[in-house]
């Protein structure tokens, strides 16, 4: 990937994208194949035991997956089936880092996994995800 090109998907998400930026979501790395996306935990991404929602949980793996994609392919995609699984609880507070990777790239399909983690490096929950 060029320098330009990373740069143009780091600006295009981190400022354009109105679902990204409602949940504080934001893209920190990629490279080919690969993307990073955090979030500042807040009391909108909890839910009412205190832990991180499985909403924000799924956004992160699914955007982490989509925008590792995104740096092979360069053009839009759809997820047609993704799993997440709770490895351990997730902090109330702090940061969560979600990582994404693709694994194979067919004609259509693409098959991607994550991860996310606390700002400690604790596991919190393992990924996978496949798009057109």
Same mark, same amino acid.
């Given at each position: 990937?060029?320098?330009?090109?990373?740069?143009?998907?780091?600006?295009?998400?981190?400022?354009?994208?109105?679902?990204?930026?409602?949940?504080?979501?934001?893209?920190?790395?990629?490279?080919?194949?690969?993307?990073q996306v955090e979030v500042p935990l807040s009391e909108i991404h909890l839910n009412c035991w205190g832990s991180p929602h499985g909403g924000i949980l799924f956004t992160l793996?699914?955007? $982490?997956? *989509?925008?590792? =994609?995104? #740096?092979? /392919?360069?053009?839009?995609?759809?997820?047609?089936?993704?799993?997440? @699984?709770?490895?351990?609880?997730?902090? $109330?507070? *702090?940061?969560? =880092?979600? #990582?994404? /990777?693709?694994?194979?790239?067919?004609?259509?399909?693409?098959?991607? @996994?994550?991860?996310?983690?606390?700002?400690?490096?604790?596991?919190?929950?393992?990924?996978?995800?496949?798009?057109?």
């Amino acid at each position: 990937m060029t320098q330009e090109l990373k740069e143009r998907i780091m600006h295009f998400d981190n400022n354009s994208d109105p679902f990204m930026r409602y949940n504080h979501v934001q893209l920190t790395n990629i490279d080919d194949g690969f993307a990073q996306v955090e979030v500042p935990l807040s009391e909108i991404h909890l839910n009412c035991w205190g832990s991180p929602h499985g909403g924000i949980l799924f956004t992160l793996s699914d955007v $982490a997956c *989509g925008m590792a =994609i995104l #740096t092979t /392919r360069m053009e839009a995609c759809v997820t047609v089936s993704g799993t997440i @699984d709770c490895v351990n609880a997730g902090p $109330a507070s *702090g940061k969560l =880092i979600a #990582t994404g /990777r693709v694994q194979k790239a067919g004609g259509k399909l693409v098959f991607c @996994d994550s991860e996310i983690r606390d700002e400690t490096g604790k596991l919190i929950t393992t990924g996978h995800t496949v798009m057109y």
